[in-house]
């Protein structure tokens, strides 16, 4: 289910709370101590808070509006940042207490209203649900959700037929559709009307055979009415689209053991608690971010159980930055859930963002141990491995996954060439030319694969027009990214044409300012077109930005000597290199100098 305009409208002042809450930021630290607090002056903790806010650490900026809203109890200012800030960490049942005394102080409080309907719902308490949820706010997405979670409330009332007239009576965009027939099938599933049930699933299904809450409604319905052939059919056309969802391998397994599936949703808290999933997920997908992680945290709260809640909270964390808050939430998916496996590779990637590749390796290498086919969670090991630089290791676990591929396809790509990029890292170039070749085989169009290939060739002086040609396409498949225009620039500069490298490396630095490589290569063709006074300054820049060890020691040596001389000593240096290394009874040729750091950014090396 899609949205093609988002359009809650909270006002101003919440909107913009809840966005600085929800930016992309880890949690900083621990909520500082209570005794710590309560002996601050109320302006220090206010201070405080709201660099906390700044700093996206939830945890802190709960814990200095507590007290604040402690010595200031009718300050709707204070009342209301308190408020947002325990919805975005999930303290639901502290957001529910300040609720209900911010629509003390204003009546018309949208989000209060909507916690204190959610609240009713959780409590059974049906007609004071309805109450507040007329309340919850305007504009489409409000709207939508105050009508499905009224509709929950009347099936919890034991009036089925008033919840799905209400869905039915909702105008709105067109993206409606495919929410009010998957809510009014769950509900008349739930309430045991067959026949309608399954037209209305089956309408949504129609509607976004994509989402795997909507196949799964309808296929579990089927198993109990329409036959297992039917459900089997249905989780397959899914896998033909999404492939090897780990729920949709299971319901298969299950139904082909002969079991039929449950209704998805069977209390009115669980359907409430899927209204909101279902539309927090979706504002998370179209980028609304803030709200969906108020409307997730809500339905968390509803209902526990629920673990793709869990999954997209996490997800949604991971997409912020919030990285220990992501983990904590894969480390809570239970070991017989479906989505273990990807929880905990999930984990494992947030574990390596937060420095902890130890842990981060040993989960993942556990994860593999224990499911050797598993093809995501063998690439995840290679990737962590390569982004720490195992180079060696990273190419042997690529191998592993390699061999089970019967036959590659298109999709395969990345195995060869991430494995084709640690292989030309541990100079072991024909290797790394051979992946190169094959994945670009796989994906012809791949703008990552023609910049690492092309970029190499021209790099070690061979293939010129080939290479050069390779990079320009991979420029025009991707216009603004700066690594891929600084290798058309170094191009350009090995095959003599100055002005033109000039041209592109100004514009890969315009885009990529902070790259050591980016500005060492603008200075070289600065020198070749006669700009010396600038060649040294860009690469004393280059030389601030913290290069690599063998690179800095270039660097220092062209600001010191310029570039000819430069060059001289260093191919003097390379010809003794050879002469040592390559004797006439060995007649083999010498590693290659691995390429810059610049096509290894641009490519994910």
Same mark, same amino acid.
């Given at each position: 289910m899609t949205f093609r305009r988002l359009s809650l409208r909270p006002g101003a002042a919440i909107? #913009?709370?809840?966005?600085?809450?929800? $930016? #992309?930021?880890?949690?900083? +630290?621990?909520?500082?101590?209570?005794?710590?607090? +309560?002996? $601050?002056?109320?302006?220090?903790?206010?201070? +405080?808070?709201?660099?906390?806010?700044?700093?996206?650490?939830?945890?802190?900026?709960? +814990?200095y509006y507590r007290e604040l809203v402690r010595i200031f109890p009718r300050s709707g200012e204070l009342l209301e940042r308190a408020f947002l800030t325990l919805l975005a960490e999930g303290s639901i049942d502290e957001a529910v207490d300040l609720a209900q005394r911010i629509v003390r102080i204003d009546p018309e409080h949208t989000l209060a209203r909507l916690v204190l309907g959610v609240k009713a719902i959780k409590s059974k308490q049906y007609v004071t649900a309805r109450s507040n949820l007329r309340r919850s706010g305007q504009g489409a997405i409000a709207e939508l959700n105050s009508t499905l979670l009224t509709a929950w409330s009347q099936f919890g009332s034991g009036n089925a037929r008033a919840g799905v007239a209400a869905i039915d009576a909702l105008q709105g965009p067109e993206w409606y559709a495919g929410f009010k027939d998957f809510h009014a099938g769950l509900i008349l599933d739930a309430a045991g009307v067959k026949k309608e049930a399954g037209q209305r699933l089956e309408g949504a299904l129609k509607i976004d055979p994509r989402t795997l809450r909507v196949v799964d409604g309808y296929a579990r319905w089927a198993s109990r009415n329409a036959g297992k052939d039917v459900a089997i059919e249905t989780f397959e056309a899914f896998n033909r689209l999404v492939p090897n969802d780990p729920l949709v391998t299971r319901s298969i397994d299950q139904l082909k053991a002969g079991k039929t599936l449950p209704p998805l949703v069977t209390t009115p808290a669980a359907g409430a608690a899927e209204a909101l999933y279902s539309i927090g997920a979706a504002l998370?997908?179209?980028?609304?971010?803030?709200?969906?992680?108020?409307?997730?945290?809500?339905?968390?709260?509803?209902?526990? $159980?629920?673990?793709?809640?869990?999954?997209?909270?996490? /997800?949604?964390?991971?997409?912020?930055?919030?990285? /220990?808050?992501?983990?904590?939430?894969?480390?809570?998916?239970?070991?017989?859930?479906?989505?273990?496996?990807? #929880? /905990?590779v999930q984990r494992a990637l947030n574990l390596d963002a937060v420095g902890k590749f130890d842990e981060a390796r040993a989960t993942l290498e556990k994860v593999v141990a224990d499911n050797p086919t598993d093809q995501r969670s063998i690439m995840a090991l290679g990737d962590v491995l390569r982004s720490n630089e195992k180079f060696a290791e990273a190419a042997l676990v690529y191998t592993k996954a390699i061999d089970q591929l019967q036959?590659?396809?298109? $999709?395969?790509?990345?195995?060869?060439?991430?494995?084709?990029?640690?292989?030309?890292?541990?100079?072991?170039? /024909?290797?790394?030319?051979?992946?190169?070749?094959?994945?670009? #085989?796989?994906?012809?169009?791949q703008p990552h694969v023609l910049n690492y290939l092309g970029y190499s060739w021209i790099d070690q002086g061979v293939n010129l027009d080939q290479g050069t040609d390779m990079i320009r396409k991979a420029v025009s498949l991707r216009p603004d990214d700066g690594f891929f225009i600084d290798s058309l620039g170094w191009a350009y500069y090995r095959t003599g044409h100055y002005d033109d490298a000039v041209r592109e490396l100004e514009r890969a630095v315009e885009l990529k300012p902070n790259e050591a490589v980016i500005n060492d290569h603008l200075g070289d063709a600065y020198w070749k077109v006669g700009r010396k006074l600038e060649a040294r300054f860009k690469w004393s820049h280059a030389r601030d930005l913290k290069p690599e060890p063998d690179e800095l020691a270039d660097i220092e040596r062209k600001i010191a000597v310029g570039l000819d001389e430069a060059e001289r000593v260093k191919a003097g240096k390379a010809e003794v290199q050879k002469t040592e290394a390559v004797t006439p009874a060995e007649p083999q040729k010498a590693a290659v100098d691995k390429t810059q750091d610049a096509a290894k950014q641009g490519n994910g090396g």
């Open positions: 909107l #913009a709370t809840l966005a600085a809450l929800g $930016s #992309a930021s880890p949690v900083l +630290a621990d909520a500082p101590p209570a005794e710590f607090i +309560a002996r $601050s002056a109320p302006a220090g903790n206010y201070l +405080a808070a709201r660099l906390a806010i700044a700093e996206r650490d939830t945890g802190a900026a709960a +814990a998370g997908r179209q980028g609304g971010e803030d709200l969906a992680l108020v409307y997730l945290q809500l339905g968390r709260w509803l209902d526990p $159980s629920h673990a793709l809640i869990d999954i997209t909270l996490a /997800d949604l964390f991971e997409s912020m930055k919030r990285h /220990d808050d992501a983990i904590a939430l894969y480390e809570q998916v239970p070991a017989g859930s479906p989505f273990k496996i990807n #929880a /905990d036959t590659p396809a298109a $999709s395969d790509w990345m195995l060869y060439y991430f494995r084709g990029t640690c292989y030309e890292r541990t100079k072991q170039w /024909d290797k790394s030319e051979a992946d190169l070749e094959k994945a670009l #085989a796989l994906k012809p169009d």
